[in-house]
């Protein structure tokens, strides 16, 4: 038995696809108000719970030997959900997710995360993500740690301020750096291969096979005939913006810092640990392509 947490979530629905499509038994803890007749439609059973609720995670857990969770606030505020916050769910949340598993007598257990490297130390987002790695590697499970590179639908979307149908479009940084976007639907195929092996602790990162820089993706877009203004947010501040908003906003500075430090990275991640586990992943060009076709 299977419990999914973050099943929800964009990424999470299609895992449960994947796990539906593979005749794997899950159930999916869904939070009491949240709409579960996608996942029930798959085939799921829905479990109504909360991260802070210790008792309806120990519920959620009996009889599970295997756990595969998304959740994230990130992922919550950019759906548009106000009171998510990193404390609770990235920090509090998965701890208490965590020890309830392993009480519960789980096997294994998939956290999906981020590279998280030097530059983004005391970032909130990454600190809680952090804790929650070491806090699988200390217990009895076998921890599976699952690191994509940034989501071609998130970050070529009005989301994050990249409105192409618009014409208009926000750059963080100098927008010069390369990144190998992913799509989800390779992360969940990774993630439901990764989940369902039975050898040891993984920590994967992994990328696309195709590194564009923001200037780059903004120009595949004008070439297929969508003239964009792109405005530049300058380093200086979303290096302030972060720092301000640290302790009163953490959400916000995270995602500054994070923007921050993807416009100073140098090397993509490889799209070779998806190929290993027999995956061809998409580029993000055939992405973009195929959204100019649909318009």
């Given amino acids: 038995m ?40 798959l085939g799921g059973v829905s479990v109504a719970g909360d991260l802070r609720d210790r008792g309806s995670l120990k519920r959620a857990l009996e009889g599970v030997d295997l756990v595969i969770t998304t959740v994230t606030a990130i992922g919550r505020a950019l759906a548009g959900e106000r009171r998510a916050t990193i404390r609770d769910v990235d920090l509090h949340g998965n701890a208490n997710l965590i020890d309830a598993a392993e009480a519960a007598g789980a096997a ?134 972060s720092l301000a908003l640290h302790r009163i906003r953490p959400i916000p500075a995270s995602l500054m810092a994070m923007a921050l430090n993807a416009d100073r990275q140098t090397r993509p991640l490889s799209a070779e640990p998806l190929r290993e586990l027999g995956i061809e992943p998409r580029p993000v060009g055939a992405y973009i392509d195929e959204l100019v076709r649909r318009r």
């Fill in 2 to 41: 299977i419990l999914l947490v973050g099943g929800t979530g964009e990424l999470g629905r299609r895992i449960a696809g994947r796990l539906s499509a593979r005749e794997a038994p899950f159930r999916a803890l869904v939070r009491p108000g949240s709409d579960a007749s996608e996942l029930e439609a």
């Fill in 108 to 241: 294994r257990f998939v956290f999906v995360s981020f590279v998280i490297d030097p530059g983004l130390a005391g970032v909130p987002l990454a600190e809680a993500k952090r804790a929650s790695e070491q806090r699988l590697t200390r217990s009895r499970m076998t921890g599976v740690i699952v690191r994509p590179e940034m989501f071609q639908e998130v970050w070529i979307s009005e989301l994050v301020g990249f409105d192409w149908r618009a014409g208009r479009v926000r750059i963080f940084g100098r927008g010069s750096a390369p990144h190998a976007y992913v799509a989800t639907d390779d992360v969940a195929e990774a993630t439901v291969r990764l989940a369902l092996d039975s050898s040891d602790a993984h920590d994967v990162a992994f990328g696309g096979p195709q590194a564009l820089t923001r200037r780059e993706v903004v120009e595949r877009f004008e070439r297929a005939g969508h003239p964009i203004s792109a405005r530049h947010v300058p380093r200086a501040v979303l290096r302030a913006g």
